[in-house]
C-alpha cells in the first residue's frame, strides 16, 4: 500500500472515532427513548407551570356559585372565562381572587358583530341600556335572572 | 423582547398589505441567509471550472486552476459561518454534529460540508501540494519548516512514481469531487426547495437552479479575480485562458437562463393556488430584485456582452474585450446575488396564508444585520489572501532545485 | 490498473475497519470513568426534571373546531398567551382567530361570490371591530380559530436537524426548548404559520396543546376558556362513549387545513369554507 493512502486511511479512522466518541459523551441520556429526540423533554414541558386552574377546581371551593352556574344559560362558560387565571388562587385563597374587571368584559362575548353567528344572543351596546351596568339587571352567574343583590333589580330579563 | 426588534416589527405591521398570518410578520431568516447559499454557490462553481481543468483537460484553464481551487476553500471555510451566526442558540451547534435528523436538509449539510472540505478539497489540494510541501520544508526553517512537514503528513517520497501517483489520484478525486460539487450547491437548493409550505420555494428544480447559478456565479467570480490578480501581478492576462472562461460562462449563463425560464412557465402554466400571490410578489415587492436586478442586469446584460465577445471575436480590440469581461462577470455576481436575495427574501415576504405580504426592513448592525453580511462577504477575499500567499499557485517562491 | 485496486482496497478497508472503530468508541464511551465524566458534561447541557405519573402511551390526544360556534371573543388567543407566557408583541402567536368576510358578488357578474376579505387584529384577542363591509353586501362571515394542527406528518419535524421538535407518543407535537439551536428552519416549514421564532429565549415556540394541562388532567385553556365550546377537545385512547372529540368527529363532516400538502392535520374542522387556508 503506498504511503499516501496509509496515511490517509489513519487520519481518516482517527476523525472517525473522534467522531463516535465525541458522540458518547454529548448525545443527551435520554435521547432516543421514545424517539429522535431527548426523552426528558416530555418530563420537563410537561412540568411547566399551570395559570388556569380549571372549572372543576372553582367548583370544589365555590359550590353555590356553580351551581348557579350550571343551571342557567351561562352554564357552557368555565369560571376563568369571566374571572381570569385563577390557579394561584385556587392553591392559595388568600391569594387575591380573579374578578371580571368591569361590564366591558360582557361585551366581549355580546356585543354585535356581524361575523358571530346569528343564533349567539348579542345586544348592541349604545342601545341596550348604556348608561346601567350589565350587572344591574342580569345576574353574572345567572343572565336570565336579576341579581340577589335588591339594590340591583331595577329590571328583570324576561325572554321575548 | 429587545426594544428595537419590537419597534422595527411594530412598524412592519404598519405596513402589511392584505391578510398575513400573524406569526409572518416577521422575517425568520435575513440577509445573512442570503450570504449562505451565496457563498456556497461561489464555491461550487469555482470547483467546477477547476475540474474542467483536471478531468476534461481544458488546457486553456491551465492558470486558473490552482486559483480556482484556492478560491473554493476560501468561501468554502466561511460557507457555515452565516448559518452559525444566524442561530439562535449557535452554543448548540455540535448537535447537528451528533445527533442529525436524517430527514432533515439542514442536518445532513453538516455531514455534506465535512464530505466536501476534507474528502474533496483538502484531498485534492494536499494531492496536488504534497511535493511542493515536501520541497518547501526543505527550503525553510523552524515553525514554517515544521508546518510543512506537518502537512505532507510524513509522506516525502517525491520520486517519479510517487508523484504521478498523486496526480492519478487528485483526478479520482476530482472525479468524485464534481458530483460532490453539484451535491453541496444541489444540497443548498434543496433546503429551499423541500419546503412545500412555501410555493415560492417548494420546487423541484430548485436545486437545478441553484446548480446552474453556482456555476455561473463561480466562474463569473473567477473570471473577475483572474482579471483583477493579473492586474495587480502585473501580469498579462492569458487572452485565451479568458476567452476559454468566457465560453464557459456564457454557456452556463443561457442554462441557468433557460432552467430559471422553465420554472416560470410551468408557474403560469399551472397556474395553481400560489401563482397569483407570487406574480403580485414577482411584479411588485421584488420588481426591482427581480425584473431590473436578477433579470436585465444579471442576465439579460451579460448574456449580450459575452454574445457580443464570442461573435464579434475579431472585430473588437483586446481591450474592450478585457472590459467587457470585467463588466459581465461583475454584473452576473450581482445578478446571482438578487436571485440569492429573490429566493431567501422574497419566499418570506409574502404569507402562507398566501393573502397578503410583510415587508422586510434589513437592520444595520446585529447578529443578522447588514454590517454582519458585508463582513462575511470579505472574509473569503481575506482568506484568499492568506492562501494564495502561502500555497503560491503561481510558483514564484525560490525552491532550491531538488537534491536527491 | 493500480488506481482502480487502490480504490477497492481503501473501500474494503473502510468497511473493515470502521465497524471496529465504532465499537472500540462506544466502549470507551461506556466506561465507568467515560460515564461520570459524561454525566458531568451532560448535566451542563440538559436539566433536571420530575417525572409525573403519567403515561405517554395510554392517550393519544385530538383536537376539533367547531367553526359554527366560533365567536371571535379571543379569549382563548388571550389565554394561550396568559398560560403559556407568550410575548404579548403581536406578532407572536400559539393560537389566534381569523375573521372572514366574503362578499356578494357585483350583480352584473355571474360570479357566485365576491372577494374575500380576512383580518385579525392582534390575533382577535380583544375581540373583533365591526365588519367594514355593510350587512347587505356580505355573503357570509365567519370566525376561524387557527392553532398547531399537530400534523401526523409534520413537515416541521421532517426538517428540524437536530431532533428538538418530535411527536410525542400521546399526540403532541413538542418542541425541546433546551435543544433547540433556534435556526428557524420549521418555521419556514410550517405551511400554518403557527411556529415562531422567540427573540428572547432564541427558540422555535408553538402550541403544545397545553401539555403541561393536558397531562395533568386539565383541558387546553384556550379550550377551558372557549364560552362557545368551538373547541372540542379530548382523549382518543379515552374509551367513554361520550368522549368529545370522538361525538364531534361522528356527527360532523369535518375537514382539515390545506388537505394537498399531505401533512395529515390532526385538528379537525367542521363548517370550513374553501376560502379558509
Request: aromatic share 10%; with cysteine.
Amino acid at each position: 500500500m503506498p504511503p499516501q493512502i496509509t496515511r490517509l486511511v489513519y487520519l481518516t479512522l482517527a476523525i472517525v472515532a473522534v467522531y463516535f466518541l465525541a458522540r458518547g459523551f454529548l448525545v443527551p441520556a435520554s435521547f432516543g427513548q421514545y424517539g429522535w429526540y431527548r426523552g426528558n423533554a416530555l418530563k420537563e414541558i410537561a412540568a411547566l407551570p399551570i395559570r388556569y386552574a380549571g372549572r372543576a377546581a372553582c367548583a370544589e371551593c365555590h359550590e353555590e356559585a356553580a351551581e348557579r352556574l350550571a343551571k342557567g344559560s351561562h352554564q357552557g362558560l368555565s369560571c376563568e372565562a369571566c374571572h381570569g387565571p385563577g390557579a394561584a388562587h385556587a392553591e392559595d385563597p388568600a391569594e387575591a381572587a380573579p374578578k371580571p374587571e368591569n361590564s366591558r368584559f360582557c361585551l366581549r362575548c355580546h356585543e354585535f358583530n356581524l361575523s358571530r353567528p346569528a343564533k349567539f344572543p348579542q345586544v348592541e351596546a349604545d342601545d341596550h341600556f348604556p348608561d346601567q351596568k350589565c350587572a344591574e339587571c342580569h345576574a353574572p352567574h345567572s343572565p336570565m335572572q336579576a341579581p340577589e343583590d335588591a339594590s340591583k333589580r331595577n329590571a328583570k330579563p324576561v325572554k321575548k | 423582547m429587545p426594544p428595537e426588534l419590537r419597534e422595527s416589527l411594530l412598524e412592519a405591521l404598519q405596513h402589511v398589505q392584505g391578510y398575513i398570518y400573524p406569526n409572518d410578520v416577521s422575517l425568520g431568516w435575513s440577509v445573512v441567509i442570503v450570504v449562505y447559499p451565496y457563498i456556497t454557490g461561489l464555491v461550487a462553481g469555482a470547483f467546477i471550472l477547476a475540474s474542467l481543468v483536471r478531468v476534461f483537460h481544458v488546457k486553456a484553464l491551465e492558470p486558473t486552476y490552482r486559483l480556482s481551487l484556492l478560491t473554493a476553500l476560501a468561501f468554502l471555510i466561511v460557507a457555515p459561518l452565516p448559518l452559525l451566526v444566524h442561530l439562535g442558540h449557535p452554543e448548540r451547534c455540535y448537535e447537528v454534529m451528533m445527533t442529525p435528523h436524517a430527514t432533515s436538509p439542514m442536518a445532513i449539510f453538516g455531514f455534506v460540508y465535512a464530505w466536501y472540505l476534507m474528502a474533496v478539497l483538502l484531498l485534492e489540494l494536499w494531492f496536488d501540494y504534497r511535493r511542493s510541501f515536501v520541497e518547501w520544508a526543505k527550503a525553510s526553517a523552524g515553525f514554517k519548516r515544521l508546518l510543512y512537514r506537518v502537512l505532507t503528513l510524513g509522506v516525502e517520497d517525491v520520486s517519479p512514481a510517487a508523484i504521478q501517483l498523486d496526480e492519478k489520484l487528485g483526478r479520482f478525486i476530482t472525479v468524485i469531487g464534481i458530483p460532490s460539487a453539484f451535491l453541496l450547491h444541489g444540497y443548498v437548493g434543496f433546503i429551499f426547495g423541500s419546503v412545500k409550505a412555501n410555493p415560492w420555494w417548494g420546487t423541484v428544480l430548485m436545486p437545478i437552479i441553484f446548480i446552474f447559478s453556482a456555476m455561473v456565479s463561480g466562474i463569473a467570480l473567477l473570471m473577475f479575480l483572474y482579471l483583477v490578480i493579473s492586474r495587480l501581478r502585473r501580469v498579462p492576462v492569458d487572452m485565451g485562458c479568458l476567452r476559454a472562461i468566457g465560453t464557459f460562462l456564457l454557456s452556463a449563463l443561457v442554462l441557468d437562463a433557460a432552467v430559471e425560464t422553465l420554472d416560470w412557465i410551468h408557474r403560469l402554466y399551472e397556474a395553481e393556488e400560489s401563482l397569483e400571490v407570487l406574480v403580485l410578489l414577482a411584479s411588485g415587492k421584488l420588481f426591482f430584485s427581480f425584473f431590473l436586478v436578477q433579470v436585465l442586469l444579471g442576465t439579460i446584460a451579460p448574456l449580450a456582452m459575452l454574445g457580443a465577445t464570442q461573435v464579434f471575436k475579431e472585430r473588437i480590440s483586446l481591450r474592450l474585450q478585457k472590459s467587457l469581461y470585467l463588466v459581465s462577470s461583475l454584473l452576473i455576481l450581482i445578478g446571482v446575488f438578487a436571485m440569492r436575495w429573490n429566493v431567501v427574501i422574497g419566499g418570506q415576504l409574502f404569507s402562507k396564508s398566501l393573502r397578503g405580504f410583510t415587508t422586510y426592513k434589513i437592520a444595520l448592525v446585529g447578529q443578522e444585520g447588514l454590517l454582519m453580511a458585508v463582513v462575511l462577504m470579505i472574509l473569503p477575499f481575506l482568506l484568499l489572501i492568506g492562501l494564495v500567499k502561502f500555497f503560491d499557485p503561481w510558483n514564484t517562491r525560490e525552491t532550491p532545485p531538488a537534491t536527491t | 490498473m493500480f488506481g482502480f485496486f487502490a480504490r477497492a482496497a481503501v473501500g474494503a478497508w473502510a468497511v473493515s475497519v470502521l465497524r471496529p472503530v465504532k465499537a472500540v468508541a462506544q466502549k470507551v464511551a461506556q466506561s465507568p470513568v467515560a460515564r461520570s465524566a459524561r454525566e458531568a458534561i451532560q448535566k451542563a447541557f440538559v436539566t433536571a426534571q420530575t417525572p409525573t405519573g403519567y403515561d405517554v402511551h395510554a392517550h393519544h390526544w385530538a383536537m376539533a373546531i367547531d367553526v359554527e360556534r366560533c365567536i371571535g371573543c379571543g379569549l382563548c388567543a388571550e389565554a394561550c398567551k396568559g398560560e403559556n407566557h407568550v410575548l404579548k408583541e403581536p406578532f407572536y402567536f400559539r393560537t389566534w382567530i381569523e375573521r372572514y368576510i366574503i362578499r356578494k358578488p357585483d350583480p352584473r357578474s355571474f360570479e357566485l361570490r365576491g372577494e374575500t376579505l380576512v383580518d385579525s387584529p392582534n390575533g382577535g384577542i380583544g375581540g373583533f371591530p365591526p365588519s367594514p363591509v355593510r350587512k347587505e353586501n356580505i355573503l357570509r362571515t365567519f370566525f376561524v380559530p387557527k392553532l398547531c394542527n399537530q400534523c401526523e406528518h409534520s413537515p416541521c419535524i421532517q426538517a428540524c436537524p437536530v431532533g428538538a421538535t418530535f411527536d410525542s407518543p400521546d399526540g403532541a407535537v413538542l418542541i425541546d426548548k433546551e435543544y433547540c439551536i433556534g435556526c428557524g428552519f420549521c418555521v419556514q416549514a410550517c405551511p400554518y404559520g403557527c411556529r415562531f421564532l422567540n427573540p428572547v429565549t432564541k427558540t422555535a415556540e408553538k402550541c403544545t396543546l397545553c401539555y403541561h394541562r393536558i397531562t395533568h388532567g386539565l383541558r387546553p385553556a384556550c379550550v377551558e376558556v372557549c364560552p362557545t365550546g368551538a373547541r372540542i377537545f379530548g382523549d382518543l385512547k379515552d374509551g367513554n362513549e361520550k368522549n368529545p372529540v370522538r361525538v364531534f368527529i361522528e356527527n360532523n363532516k369535518v375537514q382539515v387545513l390545506k388537505p394537498h400538502l399531505g401533512t395529515e392535520p390532526r385538528v379537525y374542522y367542521a363548517g370550513l369554507d374553501k376560502e379558509v387556508r
